[in-house]
């Protein structure tokens, strides 16, 4: 019961947290910032709306949008928010989960695809190139957590007998992880400085470009989905910085929703304070974390007998 | 093992049918069809009644008086011989109507005769039981399947590759038997069973002449020159049949040889695994860069047969280290892979066959906007790319996840054996997402958008034969999928008995099956619960037509679209200088700027490299001693006469 409460409410309060990222943002600028509720008030608005198609596309881009809205659901039902034991588990649940996000960018790339835009498809190239880079580091950062608890789901993860923390004998290799993963979530959520969701010319976008031509519904499916994404990447780096302590019993959940925006307030403190990068730095910024998280799995070999 | 045999008979005399009747066209193809459909429903009946009982059947026969022909059939065997009557049926049906042109009778006669001899020789590959019986059905194979990439053998590039085929099957087939006469010096007898016998040194030895010979049948790289080449040349169902079932049997080889030695040594698996990872990763990478669509399904499979290395190196890691679940889960993925990549493969060969059939090129640029106009070929492709991309919840994530599980099972050792395993996960990582990037480019660039050339855009479906057995398969890939439990019973059943260390808990294997099935039936449901709030939020709403947006551009055309080229072209280059790109181009200059062109090709390593390490130079070294050769029979005579003395003179001091 828990579990099904703590995900209804996980789905409710997603759209929330991106607006504090525009206050950070606003408040850095000096504006006064659009309200905290923008992201609720932009989906009602693509909701009440129909649509325009090309005439270009088929099913294939329709497809896009449910599938990655789906992935990005499904995901969350498998974390453990806020200490709370998730719906589903199973031992290799992660690699499940990273490949259905993995078919999520299949489709979002072949409806851009879809639509014979060039800019369309240059966005497409990007995503598929850095997101594959991206795959690679989550899946070193799985490498190391296997090391440290032997275990392959994020329940195990972070409520389990061998839960991850920051003072276990190996926690000093979590700080390589924290600034991997973050790097990781820029890239997989298309943020600054790896895309820059606010730019206005489509040549410089990444994200952006692909999803040009949904509207209405088929775009808020789209948002909602990202929205989610990036919940559950912020969910998980917050649960490592600061994991679930079972002494204080169901105030883990009110601790969890609010420290959570302090990843989002990270976020905005990064996009306030830089630019995005060129296209060919990008490389080398997701293979960065690659680069930490490998040494990190490396040194488990000392740490770990 | 009579319906076994029976089996093979029918299908033998559904070959030899359409040599007789070839003058009428129609009745040979007819005859064909019936009788080889028949004699592969017989074999899969075969396999799988149990009064049959073909597991642990052997027989033998003698040949020439002094020597025995030795089959036999075990776990093993079974696991190999279900992809070759389940994919070769369908490319029968395929090629029924993909040869329809009636001028080619006899020669298309002579090419179904051969898919049968080829079904039958690699049936026979995987039940041989002795050094004789598997060298002729090997060699069998091979030569029949070298006439069949030569259907189109008037054309240059077909001969070429015809021959760079017949060249590497033969080097390898000389590696292979090198192999066997070493074990057959320390083991004095033509048995397969005696070679466990063999000194612990004179295994490895062994090992790695078999597993390059064994190599270069299955396309690892760098002995996979000559796939890219024979795949595009040969017919789209015989490239299937090839990529999809025949290149297995180097497979077969190389795990059949690995237990039969029953060596322990971490280095078979050390190597296995870095010669798996480096061709799943080129070869996706190669595959990225080529924009020939049978090329680029032709490196796809160099990828596929890297992971099944992948998990075959794993598996005998797993042995080495004594530790069962890490072996188990290793050899499982690695056979549930193989029969995932007879499936998928298959499918997309005959996509790819139907598109070429349709709009007659295959370069992928100059293509576009097919899904509309073959719904069924594209629809059928599209589940096929996501299987391969191995995306669950479609048939190649089960075997990738198999593997997966060994993988991160094998993380608790140490030292070389932890990295090699960091390595692996991390290129089955990469293999996993350029492998969606490669899939998304080819149907992007050829089904979705608008067609970029007339032929492209004048293309209709094809007909239903055709269509037949690709909508047959894909339903295979989304049914391993949701279905994958008895799937991964089946492969791991594939090697029952065979492991040294023990077998996996039962309790295990059916743990992670049901938890695969419920991860993709969940996605599943999840998919089409937001599929029924997408339906209901377009109730009552207005839904209009437009063009693409242009970004303020009015007058886009079909030709500005990203092509495969200019979507690869990053991701390629960033390989470098694994991948060599070349690029000429002739820019606008001044103010009466002439034609602009863009080239741009990426070459193989492996292929430079052989050419100029080792083609050129046996050449010229070659070259030398062509005076020998002058054309003077006397003289030729003279040879033999030299020769001959020469043998007697060294065997009789």
Known sequence: ????????????????????????????????????????????????????????????????????????????????????????????????????????????????LDTASPFEGMGAAREAFFGTLAEASIFAILILFYRMTGALSFSDYFIGAKSISLDGTAGALLLLVIVSLFMVLLTENSRVPVDDPATHLELTMIHEVMILDHSGPDLALIELGSFYKLFFYSAFIFLIVCPFNAAWGLFNLPVFFVGISLVYVAIGLVESGMARFKMNLVPKFVLTSLILVSFAAILTMEFIK | ??????????????????????????????????????????????????????LGATWSWSWLHSFSLAFACDAL????????????????????????????????????????????????????????????????????SYILVMYNYEKADTRKAGYLYFLFAQAGAMLIFAAFGVAFSHTGSLQFSEFAAIPAEAKLFVFFLAFLGFASKAGVFPLHVWLPHAHPAAPSHISAIMSGVMIKMGIYGILRVYFLLASSDLLIGQVVLVFGMVSGVLGVLYALGKHNLKKLLAYHSVE?????????????????????????????GSLLHVFNHSVFKSLLFF????????????????????MKRMPITGRTFLIGSVSISGLPPFSGFVSEFLVYFSAFNGLKHNHATLLLIILAIISLTVIGGLASFCFTKVVGVVFLGEPRTDRAAQAG???????????????????????????????????????????????????????????????????????????????????????????????????????????ARSVVSFFRPFAIVRESKVQLVKIFPGKTEFHSRVDDIAEVGMQH?????????????RWIQHGKVQLYIGYIILAISVILLVSFI
């Not at chain 2, 794993?314 to 004594?322: C, F, H, Q, T």
């Not at chain 2, 390490?613 to 001693?625: D, E, I, N, R």
């Open chain 2, 77 to 144: 065997s079974f696991f190999f011989l279900m992809p070759i009557f389940l994919i070769c049926p369908l490319a029968v049906i395929y090629s029924f109507a993909y040869f329809d042109k009636e001028e080619n009778s006899l020669r298309t006669a002579v090419s179904f005769f051969c898919t049968n001899v080829l079904i039958v020789a690699m049936a026979l590959v995987t039940v041989a039981a002795n050094i004789l019986s598997f060298a002729l059905v090997w060699e069998i194979m091979s030569l029949s």
């Open chain 1, 1 to 112: 019961m828990e579990s099904f409460c703590t995900i209804a409410l996980a789905f409710l309060l997603a759209p929330l947290y991106p607006g504090i990222i525009l206050k950070v943002k606003a408040l850095f600028a000096g504006k006064k910032g659009p309200p905290l509720l923008i992201k609720y008030y932009t989906l009602l608005k693509l909701l009440h709306k129909g649509s325009v198609y090309s005439t270009s596309t088929t099913f294939v881009f329709r497809l896009g949008p449910l599938v990655s809205c789906a992935g990005a659901m499904m995901i969350l039902l498998f974390f453990p928010l806020g200490g709370i034991s998730p719906i589903f588990s199973f031992h290799g649940d992660v690699i499940v989960l990273f490949y259905i996000l993995g078919i999520g960018r299949f489709f979002t790339i072949s409806a851009a």
């Open chain 2, 613 to 625: 390490g080792l083609a050129l130079p046996l050449l010229t070294l070659l070259g030398k001693f």
């Open chain 2, 304 to 332: 596929n047969i890297g992971i099944i290395l992948i998990g075959a190196g794993l598996g005998m890691i797993g042995v080495a280290k004594g530790d069962v679940a890490m072996a188990g889960f290793g050899f499982a």
């Open chain 2, 461 to 567: 479906e094809v007909s239903r034969l055709l269509t037949l057995p690709m909508a047959i398969l894909a339903a295979l890939c989304l049914a391993i999928g949701v279905f994958p439990q008895s799937f991964i019973h089946l492969a791991f059943a594939g090697f029952t008995g065979l492991l040294q260390i023990g077998s996996v808990d039962a309790a295990m294997i059916d743990t992670v099956g049901t938890n695969l099935a419920l991860g993709s039936r969940l996605f599943l449901l999840i998919f089409f619960t937001v599929l029924l709030f997408r339906k209901l939020l377009y109730r009552n709403k207005v839904i209009a037509k437009g063009p693409t947006w242009g970004c303020g551009f009015t007058r886009g055309t079909a030709r500005m679209q990203y092509t495969g080229t200019s979507y």
């Open chain 2, 1 to 54: 093992m009579n319906i076994f045999l029976l089996s093979l008979a029918i299908i033998i005399v559904g070959g030899t049918l359409p040599l007789v009747t070839c003058r009428n066209m129609a009745v040979a193809k007819g005859l064909y069809l019936g009788v080889t459909l028949l004699g592969c429903i017989t074999g899969l009946t075969a396999l799988f009644s149990t009064s049959a009982n073909l």
């Open chain 2, 351 to 370: 996509g790819a066959g139907a598109v070429i059939k349709k709009t007659g090129t295959s370069h992928v640029d100059e293509l576009g906007g097919l």
